[in-house]
């Protein structure tokens, strides 16, 4: 059946746990829930006590019925009454209180399994769809808590087995003989199965969460799709995942649909044996006719927690499928790995790169020894053609990658031996398509500095874009955004964006193109704001706009990977280079005037004799 699973590719993080490494990962859950548990196992014990109780008293009423008349039977009739009672109220305590500690551990689980999302690096989330990180976080964490449940059910199971079993022995070794050589065989047949399921659940989980990645990402595109009409295209998609995990699914039902016939019929032949035992034993008089019904009442009881287990047997192996999953995520470290965790005090921003290289893998370089300094306080623009590797540059500065050979200091220490949340703390970035949360605009403008009052954020808001610009929402801060903030234009968000930037006071500034996609009315607001931002800060800008490059302190020329021509815009102009095609292609039509300083090369022209 491998055929089934072809095209399902395992997440490249993915790994194996042994059942008792996924026990020992999942006991911190129960840290300081140490009453509810104790409850938990007491319920089970008294539960499983007197289930078993139930056919004991039984076979006694029946001996005594035969033996002693109705004189004792009153008695034992009340006694398996009130058993019976205390294990249906034991079972109902039990699930109720293991229900609520199962949603206190998918808490607590689900919110370890967001932060390691949260926490791995850029080169994680490019590589991995979010709908399959998102399928961990969500489905993943309930299949794995629900195996907390499903475990509790069967340890009663599995305690009232033992409990009948000895009694059994202590009552007639050779049907007791019979019995457990039939559970033996169950359990062996079950244990042999368990690898195999263990891998089905496995991949079919994964192609669950392909399936899961596709459909967001498609969601996500829904407006790309209808204007270019590939609605069919997008279903066809669709369909070829879905039948991935339509393969999956029938493995894994072929390899259960086998198995529970198999251990039916395995109990059926135990009740068969035992019944034939039992027969000869009563009708030799080895055995007596209470403990002949004590056995056939108990093989109804211990044959239900067998099968129970089998029933059980595929959700436990999703369950235990699930945690390899979960675990693997927790595990699993980012590739941007900091060498110490030294407080960061407030930056003057100034970075030395000394020789860096980076690829997002190993056969693809971006960078190519890459040396520069960025003073502190001042500006420094980024220009190239598309793909030369200044946002690469920039996300290497930001700890959003590691870079494979060379350094990258911040005021004279490694980056990589600062606390990098405090490090990230002191960088404002605004980026080309800014992302805004479900909320209202005053509280995304609140995310630049947690614990920020209303009057510093009507501040902020004032700060960038003239301050007037509140003003044309309909609630003005109060504004609702919906996800992504799709419900307001690139140009507010891009203002909401760097509003945030300025309430965060960040002593240095990115911006990754952050002009790249407004109309320059817009544009003209904002560089206003920028400006402001950006006195007395280490700003590095990713810049594609005349006005931006104009105002920069230090032109830096990327170019495949290397720094080409390093300047302020009229030096750079005047050398008549890399800059000066640049400019030609893409800056000199940005000009709102003709302006003689950006035509140096006709003074040059003139005193070389060229016409």
């Known amino acids: 059946m491998a055929h089934l699973l072809q095209g399902i590719e395992p997440d490249g993080y993915g790994r194996r746990y042994r059942d008792r490494e996924l026990a020992r990962r999942i006991a911190p859950s129960f840290h300081g829930r140490g009453g509810t548990v104790a409850f938990v196992t007491a319920a089970v014990v008294i539960a499983a ?31 398996v009454l009130a058993t019976g009672i205390v294990a249906w109220l034991c079972t109902y305590l039990r699930e109720r209180a293991a229900g609520r500690l199962v949603c206190d551990v998918v808490l607590g689980l689900r919110k370890r399994v967001f932060e390691a999302a949260m926490r791995q690096d850029m080169s ?15 489905n993943d964490t309930q299949a794995f808590a629900t195996l907390i449940s499903l475990v509790l059910s069967l340890l009663g199971h599995v305690l009232m087995i033992v409990i009948l079993l000895t009694a059994l022995f202590l009552i007639n070794v050779a049907l007791a003989l019979v019995t457990a050589l039939v559970a033996a065989v169950i359990v062996a047949v079950s244990l042999a199965f368990r690898r195999a399921a263990r891998s089905a659940s496995l991949r079919q989980q994964e192609a669950l969460a392909e399936v899961n990645g596709y459909v967001q990402e498609a969601l996500r595109g829904i407006a790309v799709a209808r204007n270019h009409s590939h609605q069919q295209a997008a279903q066809r998609g669709l369909d070829e995942v879905n ?26 032949l135990g009740t068969v044996a035992v019944v034939l035992v039992g027969g000869h034993g009563v009708d030799s008089g080895s055995v007596s006719a209470g403990e002949w019904v004590l056995f ?27 945690g390899e999953r979960v675990f693997a995520l927790v595990d699993r470290e980012p590739a941007v790995r900091q060498r110490d965790r030294l407080p960061v005090p407030r930056l003057r921003g100034e970075f030395t790169l000394r020789d860096v290289h980076f690829g997002y893998d190993d056969r693809h370089p971006v960078l190519k020894g890459v040396s520069l300094t960025i003073p502190a306080g001042r500006t420094v623009a980024l220009v190239g053609h598309t793909g030369a590797g200044k946002s690469s540059l920039v996300r290497l500065i930001m700890r959003a990658y590691e870079f494979q050979k060379g350094s990258i200091a911040v005021d004279g220490q490694d980056v990589r031996t600062l606390d990098l949340e405090q490090y990230r703390r002191c960088l404002g970035v605004v980026t080309q398509t800014p992302f805004l949360f479900s909320g209202t605009v005053a509280d995304n403008i609140a995310r630049g500095r947690p614990g920020a009052t209303r009057d510093d954020i009507e501040a902020a808001a004032r700060a960038v874009a003239g301050g007037d610009w509140p003003a044309q929402l309909p609630q003005g801060l109060d504004t609702v955004t919906d996800e992504g903030g799709r419900n ?8 909401v964006a760097l509003a945030r930037v300025f309430l965060q006071g960040a002593p240095v500034l990115i911006l990754d193109e952050a002009t790249a996609s407004i109309d320059p009315l817009t544009e003209a607001q904002i560089q206003e704001g920028l400006d402001a931002l950006a006195k007395d800060r280490t700003t590095l800008v990713v810049a594609h706009r005349l006005p931006t490059v104009r105002k920069a302190d230090r032109i830096v020329v990327v170019d495949d990977g290397r720094i080409i021509e390093e300047g302020d815009h009229t030096g750079l102009l005047a050398r008549d280079g890399a800059y000066r095609r640049l400019y030609d292609r893409y800056f000199r039509h940005q000009r709102p005037d003709d302006d003689p300083a950006d035509e140096p090369h006709v003074l040059s022209a003139a005193t070389d004799g060229r016409p």
């Open 296 to 322: 056939l009442e108990a093989l109804a009881l211990f044959w239900s927690p067998l099968t129970s287990i089998a029933s059980f047997w595929s959700q436990l192996q999703q369950g235990l499928a699930a």
């Open 49 to 79: 006590a007197a289930g078993s109780a139930v056919p004991l008293l039984l076979a006694r009423t029946v001996d005594s019925a035969l033996d002693d008349g109705d004189s004792g039977v009153t008695w034992l009739v009340t006694a």
């Open 124 to 138: 994680f989330h490019d590589s991995h769809a979010t709908g399959a990180v998102v399928s961990r976080v969500t």
């Open 488 to 495: 307001l234009s690139t140009g507010q968000r891009q203002i």
């Open 243 to 268: 039948h991935r995990w339509f393969r999956a699914s029938v493995r894994l039902n072929r390899m259960f649909s086998g198995i529970f016939p198999l251990l039916i019929s395995l109990t059926g």
